[in-house]
């Protein structure tokens, strides 16, 4: 019986979506130099050349629960709002995507090498090797209808952005 219309079936774009890309590298650092690094210190290490609204001379802050970037002409784009956090240990975002009207989900987790999930050492305490900490940088919520080259973008910037971070926090 499929054959008897003449047009195809519309897609739907549900919720299988596409999969979640997840991204690790590690710091030479403590839990809170690294989270400090992450956020406070964002505009020195992202990578701005490759995704920016107004190029390499936008300033990226992580301010008032938000990314958000800023151009020479003081103009404001936000990529981010922060949804949920624990300081030092994982910070959640509602991601935008310029160019299109659907939100995604990015969560950047630190943990300490051998833990199962958020580093239970003390705030500011190495792991007991003294290698640092893992960053983990999850983005989810992908639907079927996102577009195909918004989420291929990610999933070459992701990489990339942890490698500058990595190599911004003395990493090599």
Known sequence: MSGLFSHP???????EGRPDLQFSDSVPAAADHAW?????????WWPAGELSRWGEDSFFDLEDNALVETSAHD???????VTDRIPEQWV????RHFGS????????????????GP????PGE?????????????????????????YDFYRGFW???????RRFMGGS
């Open 101 to 116: 009207a659907s939100a995604t989900v990015v969560r950047i987790e630190l943990t300490t090498p051998g833990e199962p």
């Open 75 to 81: 103009e404001e784009n936000v990529w981010g709002e």
């Open 36 to 44: 400090a690094g992450l956020t406070q210190h964002l505009h020195l």
């Open 119 to 122: 580093s239970s050492n003390p």
């Open 92 to 95: 959640e975002l509602s991601w």
């Open 9 to 15: 079936p519309a897609e739907t774009g549900g919720p």
């Open 126 to 150: 190495k792991a007991v090797d003294g290698s640092g900490v893992t960053i983990t940088l999850s983005h989810s919520g992908w639907t079927a209808s996102d577009p195909q080259d918004i």
């Open 159 to 165: 990489p990339d952005a942890l490698s500058r971070y």
